[in-house]
């Protein structure tokens, strides 16, 4: 049973940093490539950012290029996402997402397992 668990969600001011975190168990991690993906109220899942098997090859959404950056730690079963300059429009829920194949994706629907889910707030 594959299980990812995020942490480090909170409120945090316009312009600020926050880090989020995703551990997974019950699975061989390296075999994951890795995502991010938020969903804002009222809106649907959008694509944050992914990471392939080997952590050699990220993807980024527009929206958060050159302010966020995705990393793994394949020995602690960890991906995590450094937030940086946040903005308003990032407040959202952030949930990681892994898929059993090599090379990142964007599309929610090419990921096998979900976490819950971090609530992050970001105040103008």
């Known amino acids: 049973q594959v299980q990812l668990v995020e942490s480090g969600g909170g409120l945090v001011q316009a312009g600020g940093s926050l880090r989020l975190s995703c551990k997974a168990s019950?699975?061989?991690?390296?075999?994951?490539?890795l995502g991010w993906f938020r969903q804002a109220p009222g809106k649907e899942r959008e694509f944050v950012a992914a990471?392939?098997?080997?952590?050699?090859?990220?993807v980024y959404a527009d929206s958060v290029k050159g302010r966020f950056t995705i990393s793994r730690d394949n020995a602690k079963n960890t991906v995590s996402l450094h937030m940086n300059s946040v903005k308003p429009e990032d407040t959202a829920v952030y949930s990681c997402a892994a898929r059993r194949l090599l090379a990142t994706s964007s599309s929610q629907y090419e990921y096998d397992y979900w976490g819950q889910g971090t609530q992050v707030t970001v105040s103008s």
């Open positions: 019950g699975v061989m991690f390296s075999i994951f490539s």
């Open positions: 990471i392939s098997r080997s952590g050699l090859s990220k």
